[in-house]
Structure formats: structure tokens, C-alpha cells
């Protein structure tokens, strides 16, 4: 039964998937008179909870029992039975082009931030377990989506970054060097410095910052020789002046790189 709008009551739902997860389901508690997109991001989140290994409940519609879509607008009491299902439809694919509003909401940044950074612990132990595969063709992919997670900020991606250091402190040391160049034409090496510079602040997690010198320390040890002439190259007189005569780069370019020079 509909829950009178006047008054609030606590209502029973049961959540079902349809397609190829339609063995998924679960039951959410939700008050009456929340919206339906505050439903929708307790889906989202619970479906985390309970599904870890399954991909993260990004962009999805929900359905009522007799089979029409709900807008996030509405009112959960108005639209739903105590006790009664909502279908969930995964729409990824199609959000992959779908334009987020021009001046967007604080409730619109939030649900994009949740958004990414349920995909990022989603794919953050596969990326850093490819990237420091030698001889996969998806290590280079992999690398720059690793070297990135290392940039990633805010405590609730803290796990996320220290677990990629702990990829990199794996391979990286290792004598053969093989996941090595991969790690510097990522800008590896410059993100490690970034982490570890008074001035950027990127990160105050001292177990991160920790891990980032040991890091730092062991890559240098072990490839001082080969790291040495990238960082002479990189002193930005030195780089300024090679961007000026690099024949990849358009006049346009080169003029900036000049007029910066000097």
C-alpha cells in the first residue's frame, strides 16, 4: 500500500536486476518521503556493500512493479508500494556519451565523485596487476591508469593509492627492469616526486608518503644510472631548450616553449 504523504513511515523494498543479473537481489529500508534519486544512490551504494567483486551500479534506471521507469524527482511514497520490487536497468554503455549538466549541483558533483571512485577500487587491483606484467599488451594501458591512481586525492582513495604503490614496489626494483620504461613514459617517476614535494601537499597520508620514499629510494638504487640523464634532461632550462628544437612540435609550440625560456 502507498504511504499516506502526510505522514512519514519507513518503507520495505525489494531491489531485482534484470538481464543477465536478474539472480541479483537484495532489500533496501528507505523513508517515504525521500526522493527517488536518494534511492537510487542507497541502491547504488548497498549494491557495493553486498556485490564487492561484481562492477559498481553506476548509471542505471529504476523500475516500479508495473514496469514504468521513475524519475529522481519523485517522491519514493508516491510512486511505490510498502513492500513492493524496483527494477533496476544497467545503462552504461549509453552513459558513456551523455553530457553532465553545465553548472551541476552539489548533489550532482557528489554522485560523479561516487561514481569514479567506485570504478577506480573496481579496477584498481586489475590495472595494477597488468601494469607490472611484463609482455602484456594491455601493461602500457595499465601503467598510466596505475601512475594515475597515484595522484588520486581525499582519505577515501587512501587504500587506492597505497595499493599501487605496493604493485610498483613489487616490479619496479627488480633487476631486469622490465616494467620500468613503462613506468617513466607514464610520467611515473615525476608523479612520485609530485607525491613527495613539500610544496604540491598532494598527499598527508603518512603511510602513503612513506610508501612513495621507499619507493623513490629503491628505483634509484637499483636504476640510478638509467634514471639519471631523464632527470638532467628534465631541468626545465634543459627540457625548454630540446622542446624548442624537437621536430615533433608546431611552430605554436615551440614559440611557447621559448618565450617560457626566457
Not at 162 to 183: H, K, V
Amino acid at each position: 500500500t502507498h504511504c499516506k504523504l502526510s505522514e512519514l513511515c519507513v518503507m520495505k523494498l525489494y531491489v531485482t536486476f534484470a538481464g543477465a543479473e536478474n539472480e541479483v537481489r537484495f532489500v533496501v529500508l528507505v523513508d517515504s518521503t525521500s526522493t527517488v534519486g536518494s534511492l537510487r544512490r542507497r541502491i547504488a551504494a548497498d549494491f557495493r556493500s553486498v556485490f564487492p567483486g561484481r562492477p559498481p551500479l553506476c548509471f542505471f534506471r529504476m523500475a516500479s512493479a508495473d514496469g514504468f521507469f521513475l524519475t529522481d524527482a519523485a517522491t519514493v511514497g508516491e510512486v511505490l508500494d510498502d513492500g513492493g520490487t524496483v527494477t533496476c536497468h544497467r545503462a552504461d554503455a549509453e552513459a558513456a556519451g551523455a553530457p553532465l549538466p553545465e553548472e551541476p549541483g552539489p548533489e550532482d558533483v557528489e554522485s560523479v565523485l561516487s561514481v569514479f571512485r567506485a570504478q577506480i577500487t573496481y579496477v584498481a587491483r586489475t590495472a595494477c596487476h597488468a601494469a607490472v606484467k611484463a609482455g602484456s599488451e594491455a601493461a602500457s594501458e595499465a601503467m598510466s591508469v596505475l601512475v594515475a591512481m597515484l595522484l588520486l586525492g581525499g582519505q577515501q582513495l587512501a587504500d587506492v593509492r597505497s595499493e599501487a604503490l605496493s604493485a610498483l614496489q613489487r616490479s619496479l626494483p627488480e633487476e631486469d627492469g622490465t616494467a620500468l620504461p613503462a613506468f617513466i613514459a607514464s610520467g611515473g617517476l615525476f608523479v612520485l616526486l609530485s607525491l613527495l614535494s613539500p610544496s604540491t601537499k598532494l598527499d598527508a597520508n603518512p603511510e602513503v608518503l612513506e610508501g612513495a620514499a621507499q619507493l623513490l629510494e629503491k628505483i634509484v638504487s637499483q636504476h640510478g644510472k638509467v634514471l639519471a640523464p631523464l632527470l638532467q634532461d628534465c631541468h626545465p632550462s634543459v627540457l625548454l631548450q630540446k622542446l624548442i628544437m624537437d621536430s615533433r612540435c608546431t611552430p605554436g609550440t615551440k614559440q611557447h616553449a621559448l618565450a617560457a625560456r626566457r
